[in-house]
T-cell receptor, first 111, second 116 residues
Framework: QKEVEQNSGPLSVPEGAIASLNCTYS??????FFWYRQYSGKSPELIMF????GDKEDGRFTAQLNKASQYVSLLIRDSQPSDSATYLC???????????FGTGTRLTIIP | GAVVSQHPSRVICKSGTSVKIECRSL??????MFWYRQFPKQSLMLMAT?????????EQGVEKDKFLINHASLTLSTLTVTSAHPEDSSFYIC????????????FGPGTRLTVL
């Protein structure tokens, strides 16, 4: 079982709709969770992080964390073509500086 | 957010030469930096963790004598690919960790290495 799992996609969403990206993790000791966006040929860019159960909103993005179920999700409201990218979920475990990355979900917003 | 730069952004070299890549944290001090490699259409692969003032910690399977890492200051880490070969051609990306329990990492823009 992979430590951090994401559906590789591609996930196609119409422009203006809500895109929902999911991530599950195996280590219950995980303490902080990150979403990065990576455009083709570019490096990852931090969208947001979350460490408490519940929702965290930043503009059109909402991260949701459920530690009991060991999943974290990212919702993108009013999806735009510029949101088309690969979204990486990353998890940090207590006492470890490293992040464990999922393989990413490729999102395509259809105009 | 914190800014991390990398230089050069792109390098083409002949087989057998060495290439140095610099990673700088521009507006914060980073005691820890990370070096990743990413092949086309594949996920990020952590190569090593670079700590200021100490030896880097390499991931399993990464040759420490081939990928030399130096983290001489709180804002600069370098990766030297020694005796590069075509199979070393890849996208090399550094990140810097911002102090805090979240362990947030900010990535540099990456260096695309092509070895002929």
């Amino acid at each position: 079982q992979k430590e951090v799992e994401q559906n590789s996609g591609p996930l196609s969403v119409p422009e203006g709709a809500i895109a929902s990206l999911n991530c599950t993790y195996s280590d219950r000791g995980s303490q902080s969770f990150f979403w990065y966006r990576q455009y083709s040929g570019k490096s990852p860019e931090l969208i947001m992080f979350i460490y408490s159960n519940g929702d965290k909103e930043d503009g059109r993005f909402t991260a949701q964390l459920n530690k009991a179920s060991q999943y974290v999700s990212l919702l993108i409201r009013d999806s735009q073509p510029s949101d088309s990218a690969t979204y990486l979920c990353a998890v940090n475990n207590f006492g470890n500086e490293k992040l464990t990355f999922g393989t990413g979900t490729r999102l395509t917003i259809i105009p | 957010g914190a800014v991390v730069s990398q230089h050069p952004s792109r390098v083409i070299c002949k087989s057998g030469t060495s290439v140095k890549i610099e990673c700088r944290s521009l507006d914060f001090q980073a005691t820890t930096m990370f070096w990743y490699r990413q092949f086309p259409k594949q996920s990020l692969m952590l190569m090593a963790t670079s700590n200021e003032g100490s030896k880097a910690t390499y991931e399993q399977g990464v040759e420490k004598d081939k990928f030399l890492i130096n983290h001489a200051s709180l804002t600069l880490s370098t990766l030297t690919v020694t005796s590069a070969h075509p199979e070393d051609s890849s996208f090399y990306i550094c990140s810097a960790r911002v102090a805090g329990f979240e362990n947030t990492q900010y990535f540099g823009p990456g260096t695309r290495l092509t070895v002929l």
